[in-house]
């Protein structure tokens, strides 16, 4: 009989790296993976013991049913820019319809991505959305585990290798936040660190911070990752008010917002560990270095080399 997981967000990056941990790992698991659109989870069919849905799971009646018989709930839902309606309604609002469905449906098991740099005094809608929706699910008597990460980096990041395309054609990077300090994570890392939440009961109730062993500069991510594919450039730190002049342009042009004000904000808080809450060893687990991390993907991408791993286990399956 196999265990039945629903992951929200499971088409995003860290649900596409958490699927690929599961099937390699060989596990008696039914991962379930709502989606507004079908096209979104293409990357997953491959995937054994993975249902791809097509659902809103805004919605509580759809969540309800999606919990129906499920073991476990996944939540990977997350936005990095829109306005206070648009963070209060992922960050805070979908929690409470979560907490809801769950409760209407006898399920408690929830393990929630939060973020590093919450708090009540955090100086960005983000991170104060954030914290609101820990504190909503705290409140609603679940078995519960929070995970703060840093910023997630992996093959398919879109932090790391955006720098490194803009190195690619310009010949200067000018660079807001220069300074800030962040300790990244490799995605597969927090991939087993979910894993091993759902397996391990004695981590209901406790938050963990998620980072890597180093801790960087923008500046010294940038400057990584331009090198790593051929074309670092050097880099200019950006003034403030020319930062905030440029990001309410990125906000403004058509296509996909590459910063906004608010990411600035966000900024202003460090993304490293505060060691108010226990991290990865706790759980057995050594976080990669970037290097380290970087030696070991392939080009493929997570999800096929862990699908690889799968059928040789099964024998060609």
């Known amino acids: 009989m196999f265990r039945r997981i629903v992951v929200l967000g499971g ?9 690929a941990r599961c099937a390699g790992a060989g596990l008696q698991w039914q991962l379930v993976v709502p989606t507004r659109r079908l096209a979104h989870g293409d990357g997953l069919r491959p995937m ?13 009646g759809t969540l309800e049913r999606l919990f129906a018989g499920a073991e476990a709930v996944v939540n990977l839902v997350a936005i990095l820019h829109g306005n206070a309606a ?27 991505v939060s973020a590093l740099g919450v708090g009540d005094d955090a100086p960005s809608m ?37 720098f490194a ?25 927090v991939a087993s660190v979910l894993l091993r939440c759902l397996e391990d009961r004695a ?4 938050t963990y911070e998620l980072t890597g062993p180093q801790v960087f500069t923008l500046a010294e991510l940038v400057r990584k990752a331009g090198a790593r594919r051929g074309h670092a450039r050097p880099i200019v730190p950006m003034p403030a008010a020319l930062a ?30 505060t060691g108010t809450c226990p ?18 993907e392939d080009p493929a991408g997570a999800a096929a080399v862990e699908l690889q791993n799968w059928r040789r286990l099964h024998g060609g399956r």
């Open 244 to 273: 905030r002049a440029q990001a309410w342009l990125f906000e403004h042009l058509p296509g996909p917002t590459l910063l906004s004000r608010d990411n600035l904000r966000s900024m202003e808080r460090p993304s490293v560990a």
């Open 203 to 206: 981590t209901i109730g406790k």
């Open 126 to 162: 983000y991170l104060r959305s954030k914290t609101a929706g820990e504190a909503v699910l705290r409140s609603a008597g679940l078995d519960l585990t929070i995970l703060r990460p840093s910023t997630i980096f992996g093959i398919e990041d879109r932090f790391l290798n955006l």
């Open 86 to 112: 648009q963070f209060e309604a992922v960050h805070v609002e979908l929690p409470r319809r979560i907490a809801a469905a769950m409760r209407a449906t006898g399920l408690r098991r929830l393990v929630h």
């Open 279 to 296: 991290g990865m060893a706790e759980l057995g687990l050594t976080p990669s270095s970037i290097d380290a991390a970087w030696a070991q």
């Open 165 to 189: 395309q803009l190195q690619s054609v310009v010949p200067v990077m000018a660079l807001p936040g220069a300074e800030v300090t962040f300790e990244p994570v490799w995605v597969r890392d």
């Open 48 to 60: 054994p013991r993975l249902e791809l849905l097509e659902a809103d799971v805004h919605d509580p």
């Open 11 to 19: 088409t995003g990056f860290v649900g596409r790296a958490f699927a």
